[in-house]
Each structure stands twice: as C-alpha cells, then as structure tokens.
C-alpha cells in the first residue's frame, strides 16, 4: 500500500488494494480474522495519518484522533504474535521441505506482517528479506526473489485468476 501514495484523494485506491489483499491472504492460507482486523486496521491509521497531515483539524479532534492512533497501535501490536503463530503452523504443501512457491508465499506472508509495524515506519532502502526454512524470501516490490538452498535463484510473482482466486508463480533466474 506504500504504493498508493500519501493523498486523500487515493483513500478508494487504498481500500481496494485492502479488498485484494484479504482475498489473496483467504485464497493462499484462508480466512483469517485477526489478519483480517491487521489489514482494517492498517488502512484506518493510514487515513488518519493522511487526515491530520494534510487537513486542518480543530485542536479537539486532533487530539481525538492522536488517542485512537495509540489504540490502533496497540492493537496491531496484540495481533501480530497471534497472525504470526498462525503463519507458522500453517502448512501450504505436505513435502518435509518448502517448494519455492511455499517459500515465497510464506515469506511474503511474513514480510507484509512486519509492515504492520506499531511506530509507522517506513522501509529503508534494502529491499525487505526473511528466511523460509533453507530459502531466502526478498521483497522487491512488483516481484519477490527466492534464493534456494543450492544457490539457484527465482523470481515469483503472485497472480490472480477471477473467479478462482491467487497463486505464487516462481520461474529459476537464468
């Protein structure tokens, strides 16, 4: 949702791109409310966010807005332990060692629920990475990278079909 960019005028943008990603995370490891409440409330601190900075608010409201910014931090606090427990017990194929587009799933998985960060920071400049099993998962944006545990590397695209739902595409880099 970084993507997005940062005016009001985005905030249906920003609600769709909301829609897409409860629909992957259903269709990719299923329905799960906290992920669910994670993604509502990441959306809501993002336009309250926006509001503040770009709108002039009277004093009253600003300070009603700061309190429910604390709120919704602590909440989404609370739920990335449990969203995390479920990432790990969740098994996406029944081989003892993750395919790559399990890996990739997994750490993209992982890597959105670190966005979800309490203090709203933002990405440095490294692309974000997390280790799958032997697999390093990377975050490039438009596509993610998976270097297996022979040196091979992938590129893995997440793709969506109407109607039947999303899946992980991973093809060796040559």
């Not at 897409?20 to 409440?37: D, M, Q």
């Not at 790990?88 to 399990?102: F, G, K, N, T």
Request: charged share 30%; with cysteine; glycine share 8%.
């Amino acid at each position: 949702m970084h993507s997005l960019g940062a005016s009001p005028l985005r905030w249906p943008d920003r609600q769709r791109a909301g829609g897409t990603l409860k629909e992957i995370i259903t269709v990719t490891v299923g329905a799960s409310p906290e992920f669910f409440r994670l993604i509502d409330l990441d959306i809501r601190r993002r336009e309250f966010e926006i509001t503040m900075r770009e709108t002039q608010l009277p004093a009253e409201r600003l300070k009603e807005m700061k309190e429910e910014l604390v709120q919704m931090n602590d909440e989404i606090g609370a739920l990335k332990p449990v969203i995390r427990t479920q990432l790990a017990s969740l098994r996406l194929d029944s081989q003892a060692e993750p395919a790559v587009e399990e890996a990739a799933t997994r750490g993209l998985l992982s890597l959105a629920l670190e966005e979800f960060s309490s203090n709203g920071g933002e990405r440095g400049l490294e692309a974000p990475s997390t280790k799958v099993g032997r697999y390093v998962v990377t975050d490039l944006g438009s596509f993610a990278t998976v270097r297996a545990p022979d040196g091979q590397s992938f590129r893995c695209v997440v793709f969506g079909v109407a109607e039947e739902g999303a899946g992980m595409k991973c093809d060796p880099v040559k």
